[in-house]
């Protein structure tokens, strides 16, 4: 896949109509280039460069520019392309209008900066020349609520512990000389803040001066209405990753919990410029009875971060507010594991290790009581198979869905066959983003630090937390039962006709370009530029809308559908402790086994070949069944496509292929005839790992009789359970790849392979491996089994 990057960008220029391209660095003649306007292959030093070129050019047409969208590397993680927008992009404020407007700049490897993509079009009216500067008057702010006061995590011993009694003699600077607006309309300066007493309505526009004080207030608020508060959804800055803004929601939000009904009434703040916070979103209204005045029977309203770094709300850290005794009170994690699970599951872990040396286990321990928490394993097997499948990974916590008496989640893989395999499983002591942290993080132990390309994983934030600290290169796709489930929830007063062009614009949009374009005419069609959970989804758009994932390998994971429970019906919400080790044995037992038929029949059954290309019969030999299958309808469907060549220029060509009689299917392709790279607009090779129809449809065009090696994935292949290629970056050690090439002959022997295909790269490497094979060569025959051959596969560079 290392030429995803390169492949997209190919596409990305096609898209922005680049024909040959003209170099010019405005940099040598800025004087004389002030009037130039952009267009795709002006090149510049930097990124900055290339916001004041934009600006100004901004200034001269008459509209306001502000940073968008920044790409990372998947390789070293350094920031390959920014997006320069009109201010009027998007719908997070009333004045924006979903403009279409703005350049992307990309980095080449000279360093240099090259505008690759550019809409010029506005959907809006253009003044005369604009000054950036803004002077527009804050709205006021409001202190926090009374009868409240704060306990710090005691992490952080010099920061203070606020009560509300001193709070009156406390000056604040920043207010001083404040403009705010007074109860009748008009604007009067004071010396200090107005007082915000505990039962204030909140409105979009009101300010506060750290994030805890929203937290104060909105929590006095709720205290009035009668309903309870949960602090949610965070979003950080693409720049630094300082947070830009919280979501305050009601305790009944989203649908985790039984006693949840995805309640929709929240208040989100924003971070400002200066330092602020102001409320930039808000909905009162809840879907459930309320009851004014109510208090919890313990005194006691708890409201815990999802996201805890330190410095308080500004910055994430853990609080607790106590309404009603203004006491001091320590967080303590509430333990979902009964008692009775411990001595259950470590007498089970103790007498695997007996009869596998590579089981792995390991308990979280909570340091301030010493007690046990949340638990994960994995066999030999297991941590053998993501050192093969471990790219795309799965991590299923479905059990969230019921009432689940045990909190059981895994983490699945996805195998030559494409069916799941598991790679961990772990018993979650709470919902917690520590849980979680720790969660990955001893997974990625137990897998000798190989990390995935992709997770799909719910998008609740103490995961997605979690995830961007232990896989920040991974790219995140939420699970579809949760897209599914708040679908039906938001989607069901709309009309039909509505909810068919939205399926149809998650679905039949090829490109982000194209998606973000017909999503824009959507919601102005319909006049929904004010709903809230439409804006939200579309900012986190990178997470589950299929254009954007496609350019991400998820090892053939459907993009619209679910992964069904590894354990299926053997392990539900009713198992009792007494049967769970066996069912879980039983389930894992019964895919291993399926496993072992797919590898039966991919050595010993040939299919039928359906053409007389070359490229048939060569992958018929490496593919499984079951990509073969794939990759033998792709070839098929070639023959349905029309090729034409629109561009060359040296040994690079673009393609457009289209279906027969059907104009509106058509991709773009491009070749490079010096090292045959290919990249189409599908993006299948990118998601899948497979060639697709129109890449195969201009092989054929060129006469390219058997395809390149790098277009053939060793995951995909018969051997690729039992071939082991070190991969450099995992920072795998000689010591686990030893372990490693033990476990995938122990593997070979027990399944009774004729042959056992091994890859090593040194010499000690093939001494150790003959010595092991011996010994497993002596322990097959002395079972009575007839024997195994033996072939040492070289790596060739």
């Known amino acids: 896949m290392e030429s995803a990057d390169t492949e997209l960008n190919s596409f990305n220029n096609m898209v922005a109509k680049a024909y040959p391209l003209r170099i010019l660095n405005h940099n040598n003649n800025e004087e004389g280039n002030t009037g130039v306007e952009p267009y795709v292959g002006l090149e510049f030093d930097t990124a900055e460069e290339a916001r004041e070129f934009y600006n100004a050019y901004a200034v001269r047409t008459g509209f306001k520019v502000r940073t968008g969208q920044l790409y990372r590397s998947r390789t070293d993680g350094t920031v390959s392309s920014r997006r320069f927008v009109c201010s ?27 505008l690759d993509q550019i809409q010029k079009e506005h959907n809006h009216e253009l003044g005369g020349e604009v000054h950036v500067e803004e002077t527009t008057p804050r709205p006021s702010r409001a202190p926090a609520p009374t009868k ?15 009560d509300e009694s001193d709070r009156g003699h406390r000056s604040c600077p920043a207010a001083a000389s404040k403009r705010f607006k007074s109860g009748e309309g008009e604007e009067s300066i004071g010396d200090e803040q107005p007082k915000a007493v505990s039962g204030s309505e909140p409105y979009a526009g009101l300010e506060f001066g750290s994030a805890t004080e929203a937290c104060q207030f909105y929590q006095a608020y709720a205290e009035v209405v009668g309903f309870r508060v949960r602090i949610g959804q965070l979003f950080r800055s693409k720049v630094d990753g300082s947070i830009t803004s919280r979501r305050f929601v009601c305790s009944r939000e989203g649908f ?89 599951l470590l007498d089970y872990f ?36 993501c050192s093969q499948f471990g790219d795309a990974v799965v991590f299923d916590t479905s059990y969230r869905k019921g009432n689940y008496s045990v909190p059981f989640a895994t983490f699945i893989g996805f195998n030559h066959h494409r069916q799941p395999v598991l790679l961990g499983c772990g018993v979650l002591a709470d919902e917690s983003k520590e849980s979680f942290l720790w969660l990955f993080q001893t997974w990625l132990r137990a897998m000798s630090g190989r990390r995935p390309k992709s997770v799909v994983a719910d998008q609740d934030p103490p995961i997605q937390y979690a995830l961007s600290q232990v896989f920040p290169a991974a790219h ?15 989607l069901r007063p709309f009309p039909n006709e509505f909810k068919y062009e939205y399926e149809k614009c998650l679905y039949q949009t090829q490109t982000t370009v194209e998606f973000d374009s017909v999503w824009i005419a959507l919601i102005n069609k319909y006049g929904l530029r004010d709903n809230v959970w439409l804006r939200e989804i579309y900012e986190q758009r990178e997470n589950w809308v299929p254009a954007y994932l496609r350019a991400s390998f998820f090892a053939g994971i459907p993009i619209t559908g ?20 066996s069912r879980y044995e039983q389930g894992l037992e019964q895919r291993r086994e399926e496993e072992r038929k797919e590898d039966f029949n991919s050595y010993n059954l040939q299919p039928f070949l359906q053409t007389k290309e070359p490229v048939e019969e060569q992958c018929r030999r490496l593919y499984t069944l079951t990509v073969f299958r794939i990759f033998q309808n792709e070839l098929v469907q070639s023959y349905n496509y029309l090729c034409l060549k629109t561009y060359e220029e040296g040994a690079m060509s673009r393609f457009l292929v289209r279906k027969c009689g059907n104009e509106s299917e058509k991709h773009a392709v491009t070749f490079s005839a010096t090292n045959l790279n290919s990249s189409c607009s599908c993006q299948m090779f990118e998601h899948e790992g497979l060639l697709c ?64 295909w091994f890859t090593v790269e040194e010499e000690d490497e093939v001494l150790f491996a003959i010595l092991i094979l011996t010994v497993l060569i002596t322990s097959v025959t002395a079972r009575g089994r007839g024997g195994v051959g033996v072939m040492v596969v070289p790596v060739i560079d």
Not at 88 to 114: H, M
Not at 148 to 162: E, I, Q, S, W, Y
Not at 270 to 281: E, P
Not at 567 to 581: M, N, Q, R, V, Y
């Open 88 to 114: 009027k992009e998007g719908f997070q404020l009333n004045s924006r209008t979903g403009c279409t407007a703005f350049i992307r700049v990309q980095r080449r490897d000279t360093g240099k900066w090259v």
């Open 148 to 162: 409240l006061a704060v306990t710090v995590n005691p992490h952080r011993p010099k920061m203070k512990v606020v």
């Open 256 to 344: 985790q919990h039984p006693s949840r009904m995805g309640c929709g009434a929240y208040m989100r703040i924003k971070r400002q410029d200066a330092g602020g916070w102001i409320v930039d979103r808000l909905n009162k209204d809840h879907n459930h009875d309320v009851e004014p005045g109510k208090k919890n029977d313990d005194g006691l309203k708890k409201i815990t971060s999802d996201d805890v770094t330190g410095g308080g709300l500004d910055s994430g850290d853990l609080i607790e507010l106590n309404d009603f005794g203004g006491n001091v009170k320590k967080k303590t994690r509430r333990n979902g594991i009964d008692k009775e699970w411990y001595p259950l």
């Open 350 to 385: 103790q007498s695997k290790q007996t009869e596998d040396m590579g089981f792995f286990y390991a308990v979280e321990l909570d340091v301030s009581s010493g007690s046990c928490m949340s638990v994960f394993w994995a066999d030999s097997r297991s941590r053998f198979a």
């Open 476 to 490: 995140h796709r939420y699970s579809a039962w949760q897209i599914r489930e708040k679908e039906r929830e938001n």
């Open 562 to 581: 679910t992964v069904d429970p590894f354990f299926g019906a053997s392990l539900d919400a009713l198992t009792p402790l007494g049967e769970f080790i």
């Open 693 to 756: 129809r129109h890449i195969l449809k201009v092989f054929n065009l060129l006469d390219i009789r058997e395809l390149p090696s790098r277009y053939i994935l060793h995951r995909w292949t018969k051997n690729a359970e039992f071939g082991f290629v070190r991969d450099m970056e995992s920072g795998v050690s000689s010591q686990d790849l030893k372990a490693l090439m033990v476990w995938s002959l122990r593997e070979a022997a027990s399944k009774d392979e004729m042959y056992v």
